[in-house]
């Protein structure tokens, strides 16, 4: 319903602000990635938004960026997250954090953030996987494909750490294939 708000930003206190739109103030909930590259107050601002609609309320979100925007609208989606866990996630990682961590698997990257446990970790992970692609803010150079994220999960099944298993994955050709890559990363963790 409302996607976008132009106008002077006319207050701003953690995570909401008020935007100023030719008379009518527009109260936005952001996610901390956006709130500190907001101008200060009295300053232009332009938010693309999400308008949210419950029994007991209206609530509009406001985004720095289309990446930030459909990375919450791929969350709320899912059972168990609601909006205001959203943009707890968009708060504690950037969009490229995101996809990273779920091309990898990575559980452990959600967790620390608050109000994420395990399993929902794990849930969003499994909901996500193909969801957030280059688009959402990983470039080329960032993005990891199905196999290198297959031959990342058996280095760590097979008791190498994470740190390790990432390190070998970059000396790997980008487009190996899962058996190949799995035998070379082997080898070159034996040395």
């Known amino acids: 319903m409302i996607g976008r708000l132009s106008g002077t930003l006319a207050d701003k206190n953690p ?3 008020l935007v100023d739109c030719n008379g009518v103030g527009y109260e936005v909930d952001v996610p901390m990635s956006t709130f500190y590259n907001l101008p200060a107050v009295g300053e232009r601002v332009s938010l693309l938004t999400h308008f949210v609609v419950r029994e007991d309320a209206q609530i509009l979100y406001g985004f720095g960026s289309a990446a930030e925007r459909e990375a919450f609208r791929q969350l709320i989606k899912i ?13 504690g990682m ?47 150079a960032g993005a990891v494909s199905d196999a290198q994220s297959d031959i990342l999960q058996a280095l760590v099944a097979l008791g190498y750490s994470d740190k390790e298993a990432a390190a070998t994955l970059k000396t790997l050709p ?10 070379l990363a082997l080898k070159a963790l034996a040395k």
């Open 79 to 91: 059972a168990g997250v609601g909006p205001r866990t959203a943009l707890s996630v968009l708060s």
């Open 15 to 17: 995570p909401q602000l």
């Open 94 to 140: 950037s969009v490229a954090d995101i996809a990273q961590a779920v091309a990898a698997q990575d559980a452990a990257r959600l967790v620390k953030v608050p109000g994420i446990g395990k399993k929902t970790a794990e849930r969003l992970l499994l909901e996500l996987k193909g969801k957030l692609g280059p688009d959402l803010g990983l470039g080329a």
């Open 174 to 183: 980008r487009d190996v294939g899962v058996s190949e890559g799995i035998k």
